[in-house]
């Protein structure tokens, strides 16, 4: 497979890296804590057409498929952008796969599409009710979440009072009763469409994950040219030089990965190694995390102090490469869940 990216992949990553650039400077994204979103970030996203870009052409969206929305992705992480777009494109491209004829679907699809209406998706099925601690819940008007053997579509306000979140994420617990429910699928599609989505939402949150490690290095690589001491800049010293030098790499290895699970789940293919879409997803979620983990760390380390204040830039990155990879829970059930479909894949649900 080339994994070198496309013109319509490099389009996408231009237009979101330009408009994110101009729009999302470092100080928007620490005003809009400790909530972690801005509405005219999201309005002007919503003006370009981003909210529906990975939902079909006939619906009003862009057409672009896994594989060209990772771009965005990772551009999205980079810039550290106070909005649920990745959770808003997830739960569109879900609720656009099921039947066009649905009635509950047509309308609410319009008001996503052109996003008017805020979206998301809850990666983790509901307990008693409720789906906890969904990504962008603290914002969104739909909730899709797998409810028992339901997949439901739960149009509500959300909560006035959400929790405050050690990675500025606006994530809040949201019940699934209620009058604004709309079951889209049940039984086995419920949970197909289920399990695919949030293989879609591993794939763009570890490709986000790729974007922040790398603004983070930047970040890092920028200062310790900048920073002196004995008279020349830190960079010049060869301890850190090695720490930085390799970053890189494991910055390409989850980019690398992260394709490739977008690939595969799109063709449907197997990768050269016989890993399957949702396996592949999984790796790029572990990998991706951990490269975050790693480089936002050496980011806080050479900035010396100033690394650990609030005032800095380096904690942004820091808080959010923590927070974010543990919106699915606990890492160890990830490794669980891909030990599960490599070595047996009946014991996956």
């Given at each position: 497979m080339d994994l070198s990216l496309t013109g319509e992949q490099e389009d996408v990553r231009d237009l979101l890296?330009?408009?994110?650039?101009?729009?999302?400077?470092?100080?928007?994204?620490?005003?809009?804590?400790?909530?972690?979103?801005?509405?005219?970030?999201?309005?002007?996203?919503?003006?370009?057409?981003?909210p529906g870009m990975g939902a079909p052409e006939e619906l009003g969206g862009g057409g672009a498929e896994l594989d060209i929305l990772v771009p965005a992705a990772e551009a999205v992480g980079r810039a550290l952008t106070p909005a649920p777009i990745i959770e808003h494109l997830v739960a569109v491209r879900l609720l656009a796969r099921q039947p066009v004829d649905h009635p509950a679907l047509a309308g609410l699809l319009?008001?996503?599409?052109?996003?008017?209406?805020?979206?998301?998706?809850?990666?983790?099925?509901?307990?008693?009710?409720?789906?906890?601690?969904?990504?962008?819940g603290a914002?969104?008007?739909?909730?899709?979440?797998?409810?028992?053997?339901?997949?439901?579509?739960?149009?509500?306000?959300?909560?006035?009072?959400?929790?405050?979140?050690?990675?500025?994420?606006?994530?809040?617990d949201r019940a699934l009763d209620g009058f604004g429910r709309e079951v889209v699928a049940s039984g086995p599609a419920a949970h197909e469409a289920f399990a695919r989505a949030t293989d879609e939402w591993r794939v763009l949150t570890?490709?986000?994950?790729?974007?922040?490690?790398?603004?983070?290095?930047?970040?890092?690589?920028a200062y310790v040219k900048e920073r002196t001491q004995f008279g020349v800049?830190?960079?010049?010293?060869?301890?850190?030089?090695?720490?930085?030098a390799d970053l890189p790499g494991q910055i390409d290895g989850a980019r690398l990965?992260?394709?490739?699970?977008?690939?595969?789940?799109?063709?449907?293919?197997?990768?050269?190694?016989?890993?399957?879409?949702?396996?592949?997803?999984?790796?790029?979620?572990?990998?991706?995390?951990?490269?975050?983990?790693?480089?936002?760390?050496?980011?806080?380390?050479?900035?010396?102090?100033?690394?650990?204040?609030e005032e800095g830039d380096a904690q942004l990155y820091y808080r959010r490469a923590r927070g974010w990879p543990l919106v699915l829970g606990d890492p160890d059930t990830e490794l669980h869940h891909l030990a599960d479909q490599l070595l047996d894949p009946r014991k996956v649900v």
């Open positions: 890296s330009h408009l994110l650039e101009r729009e999302v400077p470092l100080d928007v994204v620490r005003a809009a804590e400790p909530l972690g979103f801005d509405a005219g970030v999201w309005d002007r996203l919503a003006q370009a057409g981003i319009s008001g996503l599409v052109d996003g008017s209406t805020i979206a998301c998706f809850a990666p983790r099925p509901a307990h008693a009710g409720i789906a906890g601690l969904v990504p962008g914002v969104a008007g739909v909730v899709v979440a797998l409810d028992g053997d339901e997949l439901v579509a739960v149009s509500a306000p959300p909560p006035v009072d959400p929790p405050v979140t050690f990675a500025s994420a606006p994530l809040a570890a490709a986000s994950l790729v974007g922040l490690a790398a603004g983070a290095l930047d970040l890092a690589v800049p830190i960079g010049s010293f060869q301890s850190v030089q090695h720490g930085l990965l992260v394709h490739e699970a977008a690939w595969s789940i799109t063709s449907g293919l197997l990768a050269a190694t016989g890993a399957t879409g949702p396996e592949l997803a999984s790796m790029a979620l572990l990998f991706a995390a951990g490269a975050a983990k790693d480089t936002t760390a050496a980011c806080v380390q050479y900035h010396g102090g100033m690394g650990y204040a």
